[in-house]
Protein backbone atom coordinates (compact mmCIF):
# COMPACT_ATOMS: atom_id res chain seq x y z
CA UNK A 1 0.00 0.00 0.00
CA UNK A 2 1.26 3.16 -1.03
CA UNK A 3 1.73 5.40 2.06
CA UNK A 4 0.35 8.68 1.55
CA UNK A 5 2.58 11.87 2.75
CA UNK A 6 1.04 14.05 5.14
CA UNK A 7 1.92 17.37 4.05
CA UNK A 8 0.92 20.70 1.36
CA UNK A 9 3.27 20.74 -1.56
CA UNK A 10 3.95 24.21 -1.43
CA UNK A 11 3.05 25.68 -5.26
CA UNK A 12 3.67 22.23 -6.32
CA UNK A 13 6.92 20.66 -6.31
CA UNK A 14 9.06 24.18 -7.13
CA UNK A 15 12.77 22.66 -6.30
CA UNK A 16 12.45 20.44 -9.22
CA UNK A 17 9.99 22.21 -11.54
CA UNK A 18 8.38 25.42 -12.47
CA UNK A 19 5.98 26.55 -9.47
CA UNK A 20 2.22 27.03 -9.55
CA UNK A 21 2.24 24.95 -13.28
CA UNK A 22 0.90 21.99 -14.19
CA UNK A 23 3.67 19.71 -13.75
CA UNK A 24 4.76 20.73 -10.76
CA UNK A 25 1.12 20.05 -9.23
CA UNK A 26 1.19 16.61 -11.15
CA UNK A 27 4.74 16.07 -9.35
CA UNK A 28 3.23 16.61 -5.70
CA UNK A 29 0.28 14.21 -7.04
CA UNK A 30 2.67 11.57 -8.12
CA UNK A 31 4.68 11.94 -4.30
CA UNK A 32 1.39 11.26 -3.24
CA UNK A 33 1.47 14.12 -1.17
CA UNK A 34 -2.00 14.68 0.65
CA UNK A 35 -2.59 18.41 -0.18
CA UNK A 36 -1.44 21.40 -2.41
CA UNK A 37 -1.16 24.53 -2.37
CA UNK A 38 -1.51 26.91 -5.27
CA UNK A 39 -2.20 31.14 -5.77
CA UNK A 40 -4.57 32.80 -8.35
CA UNK A 41 -4.62 35.95 -9.35
CA UNK A 42 -7.25 37.96 -11.84
CA UNK A 43 -6.30 38.47 -15.54
CA UNK A 44 -7.78 41.56 -17.18
CA UNK A 45 -10.59 39.95 -18.23
CA UNK A 46 -11.45 38.85 -15.18
CA UNK A 47 -9.66 34.91 -15.67
CA UNK A 48 -8.30 32.90 -12.21
CA UNK A 49 -4.89 32.12 -12.75
CA UNK A 50 -1.74 30.53 -11.18
CA UNK A 51 1.26 32.40 -10.40
CA UNK A 52 3.46 33.55 -6.86
CA UNK A 53 3.99 36.86 -7.71
CA UNK A 54 1.60 39.96 -8.42
CA UNK A 55 4.50 40.26 -12.12
CA UNK A 56 5.63 38.03 -14.65
CA UNK A 57 8.73 38.33 -15.00
CA UNK A 58 10.03 36.04 -12.17
CA UNK A 59 8.46 33.14 -14.11
CA UNK A 60 7.99 33.77 -17.41
CA UNK A 61 9.79 35.30 -20.57
CA UNK A 62 7.05 38.50 -20.27
CA UNK A 63 7.09 41.92 -18.08
CA UNK A 64 4.58 43.63 -16.24
CA UNK A 65 1.43 42.69 -13.59
CA UNK A 66 -0.61 39.95 -13.86
CA UNK A 67 -3.83 42.32 -13.83
CA UNK A 68 -2.57 44.36 -16.91
CA UNK A 69 -3.28 41.25 -19.32
CA UNK A 70 -5.81 39.33 -20.73
CA UNK A 71 -5.93 35.67 -20.60
CA UNK A 72 -5.25 35.33 -23.98
CA UNK A 73 -2.49 37.51 -23.62
CA UNK A 74 -0.88 35.75 -20.79
CA UNK A 75 -1.07 32.24 -22.45
CA UNK A 76 1.16 33.83 -25.40
CA UNK A 77 3.83 33.97 -22.37
CA UNK A 78 6.29 31.09 -22.05
CA UNK A 79 7.39 29.39 -18.63
CA UNK A 80 11.11 27.84 -18.89
CA UNK A 81 10.06 27.49 -22.64
CA UNK A 82 7.94 24.47 -21.77
CA UNK A 83 4.79 25.47 -20.21
CA UNK A 84 2.14 28.33 -20.03
CA UNK A 85 0.38 30.31 -17.21
CA UNK A 86 -2.24 28.09 -16.17
CA UNK A 87 -5.70 28.90 -15.21
CA UNK A 88 -7.22 27.82 -11.84
CA UNK A 89 -9.54 25.83 -13.70
CA UNK A 90 -6.90 23.59 -15.73
CA UNK A 91 -5.35 23.05 -12.23
CA UNK A 92 -9.17 21.52 -10.60
CA UNK A 93 -9.26 19.68 -13.84
CA UNK A 94 -5.69 18.46 -13.17
CA UNK A 95 -6.46 17.41 -9.74
CA UNK A 96 -10.27 16.84 -9.51
CA UNK A 97 -10.15 13.55 -7.11
CA UNK A 98 -6.89 13.57 -6.57
CA UNK A 99 -5.40 15.34 -3.87
CA UNK A 100 -6.82 18.22 -1.32
CA UNK A 101 -6.07 21.67 -2.52
CA UNK A 102 -4.94 24.78 -0.58
CA UNK A 103 -6.34 27.42 -2.87
CA UNK A 104 -4.56 31.12 -1.74
CA UNK A 105 -6.16 34.04 -3.29
CA UNK A 106 -3.66 36.90 -3.68
CA UNK A 107 -6.13 39.53 -2.74
CA UNK A 108 -4.49 42.58 -1.52
CA UNK A 109 -7.20 45.14 -0.55
CA UNK A 110 -9.24 46.21 -3.77
CA UNK A 111 -6.65 45.26 -5.92
CA UNK A 112 -8.77 42.41 -7.71
CA UNK A 113 -12.72 43.18 -7.44
CA UNK A 114 -14.25 39.80 -7.52
CA UNK A 115 -11.70 37.40 -6.97
CA UNK A 116 -13.66 35.64 -4.59
CA UNK A 117 -16.92 35.24 -6.43
CA UNK A 118 -14.51 34.07 -9.62
CA UNK A 119 -12.87 31.56 -7.55
CA UNK A 120 -16.19 30.23 -5.88
CA UNK A 121 -17.45 29.69 -9.78
CA UNK A 122 -14.55 27.87 -10.81
CA UNK A 123 -14.49 25.26 -7.84
CA UNK A 124 -18.36 24.57 -8.40
CA UNK A 125 -17.62 24.08 -12.23
CA UNK A 126 -15.17 22.01 -11.76
CA UNK A 127 -17.18 19.93 -8.65
CA UNK A 128 -14.08 20.79 -6.66
CA UNK A 129 -15.68 22.05 -3.18
CA UNK A 130 -15.02 19.23 -1.26
CA UNK A 131 -11.32 18.92 -1.80
CA UNK A 132 -10.68 22.69 -1.82
CA UNK A 133 -9.74 25.26 0.96
CA UNK A 134 -9.43 28.80 0.07
CA UNK A 135 -6.83 30.61 2.40
CA UNK A 136 -5.12 33.96 1.92
CA UNK A 137 -3.28 36.94 4.16
CA UNK A 138 -6.34 39.31 3.24
CA UNK A 139 -8.46 38.25 5.82
CA UNK A 140 -11.24 40.46 5.03
CA UNK A 141 -11.03 38.50 1.23
CA UNK A 142 -11.07 35.16 3.42
CA UNK A 143 -14.41 36.44 5.79
CA UNK A 144 -16.29 37.72 2.10
CA UNK A 145 -15.75 34.70 0.60
CA UNK A 146 -17.47 32.99 4.05
CA UNK A 147 -20.33 35.47 3.84
CA UNK A 148 -20.67 34.39 -0.31
CA UNK A 149 -20.34 30.10 0.56
CA UNK A 150 -21.67 29.03 3.52
CA UNK A 151 -20.00 25.05 3.02
CA UNK A 152 -16.15 26.36 1.90
CA UNK A 153 -13.51 25.12 3.86
CA UNK A 154 -11.46 28.34 5.17
CA UNK A 155 -7.71 28.94 5.83
CA UNK A 156 -5.84 32.25 7.35
CA UNK A 157 -2.57 32.59 6.78
CA UNK A 158 0.30 35.06 9.01
CA UNK A 159 3.67 35.85 9.21
CA UNK A 160 3.53 35.91 13.04
CA UNK A 161 2.45 35.10 15.93
CA UNK A 162 -1.64 36.12 16.22
CA UNK A 163 -3.58 34.51 19.19
CA UNK A 164 -6.39 37.61 18.83
CA UNK A 165 -7.16 35.76 15.76
CA UNK A 166 -9.33 32.44 16.94
CA UNK A 167 -12.66 34.67 17.88
CA UNK A 168 -12.91 35.81 14.26
CA UNK A 169 -12.07 32.45 12.84
CA UNK A 170 -14.96 30.93 15.35
CA UNK A 171 -17.26 33.55 13.66
CA UNK A 172 -16.16 32.82 10.03
CA UNK A 173 -15.97 28.66 10.44
CA UNK A 174 -12.69 28.63 9.62
CA UNK A 175 -10.23 26.11 10.91
CA UNK A 176 -7.12 26.36 9.41
CA UNK A 177 -3.99 28.62 10.27
CA UNK A 178 -0.82 28.96 8.26
CA UNK A 179 1.77 30.13 10.61
CA UNK A 180 5.67 31.11 9.33
CA UNK A 181 7.10 28.21 11.61
CA UNK A 182 9.49 30.72 13.20
CA UNK A 183 6.70 31.52 15.13
CA UNK A 184 5.44 28.91 16.56
CA UNK A 185 5.93 27.47 19.97
CA UNK A 186 4.44 24.75 21.98
CA UNK A 187 2.02 27.30 23.74
CA UNK A 188 0.20 28.63 20.15
CA UNK A 189 0.22 25.01 18.98
CA UNK A 190 -2.21 24.25 22.31
CA UNK A 191 -4.33 26.81 21.73
CA UNK A 192 -4.84 25.84 18.25
CA UNK A 193 -5.63 22.61 19.09
CA UNK A 194 -7.89 23.39 21.96
CA UNK A 195 -10.05 25.22 19.51
CA UNK A 196 -10.13 22.56 16.69
CA UNK A 197 -7.79 24.76 14.53
CA UNK A 198 -5.78 22.72 12.07
CA UNK A 199 -2.06 24.14 12.10
CA UNK A 200 0.03 25.06 9.71
CA UNK A 201 3.72 25.57 9.65
CA UNK A 202 5.50 27.17 6.89
CA UNK A 203 7.95 26.64 5.24
CA UNK A 204 9.17 23.39 6.69
CA UNK A 205 12.38 22.84 4.30
CA UNK A 206 15.30 21.49 6.11
CA UNK A 207 16.36 18.34 7.99
CA UNK A 208 16.47 20.75 11.15
CA UNK A 209 13.16 21.79 10.51
CA UNK A 210 11.19 18.56 10.40
CA UNK A 211 13.16 16.82 13.35
CA UNK A 212 11.73 20.21 15.16
CA UNK A 213 8.39 19.04 13.44
CA UNK A 214 8.47 16.03 14.64
CA UNK A 215 9.52 16.53 18.36
CA UNK A 216 7.05 19.18 19.08
CA UNK A 217 4.84 19.50 16.56
CA UNK A 218 3.70 15.96 15.23
CA UNK A 219 0.50 16.21 14.71
CA UNK A 220 1.09 19.65 12.09
CA UNK A 221 -0.21 19.99 8.85
CA UNK A 222 3.50 21.43 7.62
CA UNK A 223 4.35 23.31 4.56
CA UNK A 224 6.77 21.76 2.08
CA UNK A 225 9.14 23.21 -0.66
CA UNK A 226 11.10 19.56 -0.49
CA UNK A 227 9.03 17.37 -1.33
CA UNK A 228 11.46 14.42 -1.48
CA UNK A 229 13.04 15.14 1.44
CA UNK A 230 9.82 15.74 3.44
CA UNK A 231 8.50 11.98 2.29
CA UNK A 232 11.65 9.96 3.50
CA UNK A 233 11.04 11.87 6.09
CA UNK A 234 8.13 11.04 6.78
CA UNK A 235 7.89 7.78 5.89
CA UNK A 236 11.07 7.03 8.58
CA UNK A 237 8.82 8.94 11.69
CA UNK A 238 5.65 6.79 12.21
CA UNK A 239 4.81 9.35 15.05
CA UNK A 240 3.61 12.04 12.33
CA UNK A 241 1.49 9.43 10.46
CA UNK A 242 -2.02 11.34 11.60
CA UNK A 243 -5.00 11.59 10.52
CA UNK A 244 -3.88 10.34 6.99
Given at each position: MIVKIRGIAHRGYPVKYPENTLSSFQAAVDLSFTHLELDVHLSKDGIPVLMHDYAIERMSDGKGNIRDYTLDELKRFSIKGIETIPTLEEALILLKGKISILVELKQCGDLYPGLEEKVLEIIHKTDTLDQSRIIG?????????????????????????????????????????????????????????????????????????????????????????????????????????VGV
Open positions: FDHFSIAKTRHLNKDIKLGLCCSGSMPYVFPFMEEINCDFLGVQLRFMTPQYAVMMQERGIISGPWPVDTLADMELIAAKYPTDLITTNELERWAEFYRNHTELH
